[in-house]
């Protein structure tokens, strides 16, 4: 369960609308984390790629795999963030790269379920939600998510469809005792609706493209160690789906807020599939107001949300006095009320870290002390996006540093001899607008993700020696032919993608 300080508006050190409409539009313009379209883009093509690696390790249901991966960006939504399909597919791409793939359970549901009932009809809803009834769509006219009602399956391969959902629906509630799914009331729906509204009114940008990445929302009570469950976005064991309790729904900016915090996570869990941050998964770092240390990446996951949060306040503040707000979703909470610091933390035996903003910072704060090489260069980028944007909305907050970028040296630095070819067989994806090409080794069975110019490098290297490459390469990017920059480059391309596998030397 991710942590939930409840609505309200602190001093963020910000007082323009326009640096907050500045703030909001940041949040969309980061290509890798913020665009959702340029996300969702990205996703696609590792749904395709992965359906045809998938297609190389099941003859049995090879066929529906490669004629599905083939089908447009239309048909494939209803399966990619359907909650059980999605998982399928995530399962079955960790036991590809794990080596232990037996039968994909994605390529059963194809023969067992879509084979019988083709998506024909773009508009069509996806499996789960075809099995709810009444059907209902959470925020019409704002995105495509809707409500978890009662199951009613039309036939055992539905019966399985849904009994599936709900252990999924078990499993990410965890351990502790939890009820069954609860039937949204008419006014839990007006309010829901009412919040996701609002959500994009204050943020026109980033709230429209949070919910964009919420398929199916439920509502649910639970006692957990901290109280009850106030909201919980799917993750991993129940993908793109919000989990939250009708209490929730009391005020659309309690709607608002929660939809936004579980929302940011799911859209930062679409990156995340497609670009590494951190080098060292298991690398931790102290955190003031909890017990023991976090990861590098839940201090990431975590920081994400509370600059989400930071704008989020500081356009409720801006537009507090705006009637037409206050007539049409009532005003706003007056005060922050954010969970405890854990007892006998540093926290909370000196009174610190009781608000978003000083949590945004001291997460800030760890993020500039780590050391550069454990970040990929994808981390790097993604946290001066993220303090750059922490930065508009709360003055006080750490400054993003200056540099334009960082370039970790690949660990590989045998002497480059030799004729340079790709490596055979692969399957691959190709995303031309956003410069970037994905990879499926068929050895390993893993996705490599190469940009515009590990993507030129690895084009050319079919045969060719390093030299001949270097001046292929400079005359394709523009650069003169043996400058030092045109051969650092080729070196450095070439060296990842020698050490991913994806090209040898040969000779």
Avoid at 384 to 404: C, I, K, N
Avoid at 454 to 477: E, H, Q
Wanted: charged share 25%.
């Amino acid at each position: 369960m991710s942590e939930h300080p409840s609505s309200g508006l602190p001093s963020t050190g910000l007082s323009s609308s326009d640096a907050v409409a500045r703030a909001d539009i940041l949040l969309c313009a980061d290509r890798q984390f913020g665009d959702s379209t340029a996300v969702g883009e990205r996703n696609y093509a590792r749904f395709r790629l992965g359906l045809t690696m998938l297609a190389r390790r099941d003859d049995t249901c090879a066929q529906a795999l490669r004629t599905t991966a083939a089908e447009p960006e239309e048909r494939l939504r209803p399966l990619l963030f359907d909650p059980v399909l999605r998982h399928c597919f995530e399962d079955d791409i960790l036991h590809l790269e794990n080596g232990t793939l037996e039968r994909s359970t994605f390529g059963r549901y194809l023969a067992e379920y879509r084979g019988e009932r083709p998506v024909s009809d773009p508009s069509s809803v996806g499996p789960c939600e075809g099995l709810t009834q009444p059907r209902r769509r959470a925020w019409p006219g704002l995105g495509n998510a809707w409500l978890l009602t009662e199951l009613k399956p039309r036939d055992p391969v539905d019966e399985m469809l849904g009994e599936r959902l709900m252990e999924l629906y078990r499993d990410a509630l965890g351990d502790s005792p939890a009820q069954a799914p609860v039937n949204p009331t008419s006014a839990d729906r007006v309010t829901l609706r009412e919040g996701a509204e609002l959500l994009a009114s204050l943020m026109p940008e980033a709230g429209a493209s949070v919910l964009g990445h919420i398929t199916m929302v439920g509502f649910t009570r639970r006692e957990t160690q901290e109280g009850p469950l106030q909201s919980m976005s799917g993750g991993d064991p129940l993908p793109s789906s919000v989990l939250m309790a009708p209490e929730r729904c009391t005020s659309p900016w309690l709607a608002a807020e929660s939809l936004l915090h579980e929302g940011s996570h799911l859209k930062l869990f679409d990156a995340l599939r497609t670009g590494s941050v951190v080098r060292n998964a298991t690398e931790r770092v102290p955190i003031p107001w909890r017990i023991g240390s976090w990861t590098v990446i839940r201090v990431f996951v975590a920081l994400h949300f509370y600059v989400h949060l930071l704008v989020f306040q500081a356009a409720a503040a801006a537009a507090a006095t705006d009637e037409a707000v206050r007539k049409r979703f009532g005003p706003p909470p007056a005060a922050e009320i954010i969970d405890e610091p854990s007892p006998g933390t540093p926290a909370a035996v000196r009174g610190t870290h009781r608000t978003s903003a000083e949590r945004a910072r001291c997460l800030a704060e760890r993020v500039l002390a780590l050391p550069e090489e454990a970040l990929t260069e994808n981390g790097h980028r993604f946290a001066r996006w993220l303090l750059t944007v922490l930065h508009l909305v709360d003055g006080d907050a750490p400054t993003p540093p200056d540099r334009a970028g960082t370039t970790v040296r690949p660990s590989v630095t045998a002497p480059l001899t030799g004729v340079l070819q790709r490596v055979t067989p692969v399957d691959a994806c190709a995303l031309p607008s956003l410069g970037q090409l994905v990879v499926g080794d068929a050895a390993s069975a893993r996705m490599h993700w190469l940009n515009s110019r590990s993507w030129t490098v690895y084009s050319l290297c079919d045969g060719r020696d390093l030299d001949s490459l270097r001046t292929a390469y400079a005359d394709a990017a523009g650069l003169p032919a043996g400058s030092a920059e045109a051969d650092r480059q080729v070196s450095d391309s070439v060296r990842q993608l020698v050490a991913a596998g994806l090209v040898t030397r040969l000779g």
